[in-house]
């Protein structure tokens, strides 16, 4: 193809220089000779754009447009534009998960009852699928990966693609597990901070492992599955934590606790990113503070503590989300008087400053 279209252009050349040296070439002369295709020399001139001319508005007005040459070969076609492609995102979060064993009524007839195991704490990884920007929380799949962090087995490691459906994302497997997560609004806000640099929500995730009907050890039951509240989001870049950590910069935050069954309570998070450490007060649980260092982009407690009681069987762990550590999310695994209990927490800048800016600044400094 290409030594065809060298040879038409040398001929092409050749002729004109031919009809030069008996003089100036006259309008049919190159409009005789084809360059390419069906495309004359006249038509490639570089004071005329051929049959494309039309195209052009005059002052007077739109004109007709004439019909285009009957060729294979359009003259002067533009390129091909390739469409902007989806973008896939990496994803942190945290959960409280309970198993559930779901019992019918004596006979199958009347109300059953549901026995809990529960409630764990594990860490999220995953993808999202197809956002249509980066940042965006508006994926078209989800897939996500657990890691517990205490005893109690989340009873898939791997959720599988979760598709969105409606308003929420679900999936289904041949063993007829099925997996449905639904994102929770949350009213958050702040003055400082966008809603779309945060990049984190709360999520909801139902998975039944199970349907029987009857089993050997007890007739009754019906379905196994597994409630999950948690919270995800996409990690803050190390180039921002680097810029908060060598600025010495002070952020205060405020944001809300969801339990593993829905129960909703304050928190706040007071982060000194110069000296890499935080502190926290949380309402849920009966109230705890907690306090610990930042290492990249992720934090964890290094202390727990309710009012001058250590807890020692608990702890705090997260990540910062967003644009220049916008938002804060995490986990709270408590044992407090016997009594374990877990809550994913999403917390909001609220403010960003110098260290003298801010108010009780040595609280966090002095976290460790």
């Known amino acids: 193809m290409k030594n065809h279209s060298l040879k038409a252009l040398s001929v092409a050349v050749a002729t004109l220089f031919l009809q030069s040296q008996a003089g100036a070439a006259t309008d049919a002369q190159l409009n005789s000779v084809k360059l390419y295709g069906d495309v004359t020399i006249a038509q490639d001139s570089v004071n005329g ?3 494309w001319t039309e195209f052009e508005p005059p002052a007077a007005g739109a004109p007709p447009l004439a019909q285009l040459p009957r060729t294979s070969e359009l003259y002067r076609t533009l390129p091909n534009v390739a469409p ?12 409280g998960f309970t198993n559930l064993t779901i019992f019918q009524g004596e ?4 109300e059953g009852h549901i026995e809990f195991d529960g409630p764990h704490s594990i860490s999220l990884t995953g993808t999202a699928f197809g956002i249509p920007t980066a940042g965006s929380l508006d994926a078209q799949a ?10 109690g087995t989340h009873p898939m490691s791997e959720s599988g693609r979760m598709t969105l459906d409606g308003t929420e994302y679900s999936s289904a497997d041949a063993q007829n597990h099925r997996t449905n997560l639904q994102l929770i609004e949350s009213d958050l806000s702040s003055e ?19 349907y029987i009907a009857g089993d050997e050890i007890d007739p009754n039951v019906v379905e196994r599955g597994t409630i999950e509240v948690g919270v995800f989001g996409y990690q803050t ?3 921002d934590m680097d810029s908060l950590r060598a ?13 593993a069954f829905g129960a909703t309570t304050n928190m706040t998070l007071l982060v000194d990113f110069g000296n890499s450490r935080w502190s926290g007060d949380f309402d849920h649980a009966g109230g705890y503070q907690a306090a610990g260092n930042i290492n990249g982009a992720s934090f964890s407690s290094t202390r727990v503590t309710a009012g001058e009681s250590t807890l020692e069987k608990s702890f705090v762990n997260g990540n910062f989300t967003g644009v220049r550590a916008a938002g804060a999310i995490g986990i709270s695994d408590i044992t407090r008087d016997g009594v374990h209990d877990v809550a994913s927490f999403l917390a909001v800048q609220q403010s960003l400053g110098a260290q003298q800016t801010l108010p009780n600044a040595q609280t966090a400094a002095s976290a460790k």
Do not use: C, H, M
């Open 192 to 210: 400082v901070v966008e809603a779309a640099d945060v990049q984190a929500s709360f999520y909801r995730r139902y998975t039944v492992t199970e």
């Open 107 to 110: 006979g199958g007839i009347g």
């Open 247 to 259: 600025g010495g910069f002070l952020a205060t935050y405020s944001g809300q606790s969801v339990s």
């Open 237 to 239: 870049s190390l180039k």
């Open 142 to 151: 989800l897939q996500l990966q657990t890691t517990s962090l205490t005893t």
């Open 84 to 95: 902007v492609a989806d973008i896939n995102q990496n994803l942190v979060g945290f959960g």
């Open 49 to 51: 754009w051929g049959p």
